[in-house]
């Protein structure tokens, strides 16, 4: 099991970098993240689950906006919606380490289960610099979903 999340780890964060080419110039702030969130906690509370769902993975949609994009885990760390990786729909994050070993997706559910929402910090593959850079993700716990919108610091 290590060593398939080792694997999903890797091809996350290859594919995360090789997306660089459809990464806007323009740098989102924390507070255009956090907006995005509350834009598609409203929408998941307004709207079938399903249908919310397709319409965050949809790299057309309402939900995608120059580098921010939502993406949503459930409780047991699945993946089941990302607006910027639709290859990563399904797949088991939980156990994802950033470069500092962090586990960067158990820290969102942490957030989530206990405030309710807040800002997990860690370290990621820009797509713009090809860099490992930190990167700050605002989180909201919607029934048994957490819902994400990350910006490079």
């Given at each position: 099991m290590i060593h398939?999340?080792?694997?999903?780890?890797?091809?996350?964060?290859?594919?995360?970098?090789?997306?660089?080419?459809?990464?806007?110039?323009d740098k989102s702030t924390p507070e255009q993240a956090q907006a995005m969130v509350k834009k598609a906690v409203a929408y998941m509370k307004s709207h079938d689950r399903d249908a919310a769902l397709a319409e965050f993975s949809n790299p057309k949609g309402s939900f995608i906006d120059r580098d921010l994009y939502?993406?949503?885990?459930d409780l047991q760390g699945?993946?089941?919606?990302?607006?910027?990786?639709?290859?990563?729909?399904n797949?088991?994050?939980?156990?994802?380490?950033d470069p500092d070993d962090k586990y960067l997706f158990k820290d969102m559910l942490a957030v989530a289960n206990g405030a309710g929402?807040?800002?997990?910090?860690?370290?990621?593959?820009?797509?713009?610099?090809?860099?490992?850079?930190?990167?700050?993700?605002?989180?909201?716990?919607?029934?048994?979903?957490?819902?994400?919108c990350g910006v490079y610091n």
């Open positions: 398939f999340a080792k694997r999903i780890a890797t091809f996350f964060l290859a594919a995360i970098i090789s997306i660089g080419a459809s990464a806007a110039p939502i993406f949503v885990i699945k993946m089941v919606a990302h607006g910027a990786l639709p290859k990563i729909i797949k088991q994050v939980l156990e994802m380490k929402s807040g800002w997990v910090h860690y370290k990621w593959p820009n797509p713009s610099s090809k860099a490992i850079e930190p990167k700050s993700t605002f989180v909201e716990k919607v029934g048994d979903l957490v819902i994400g």
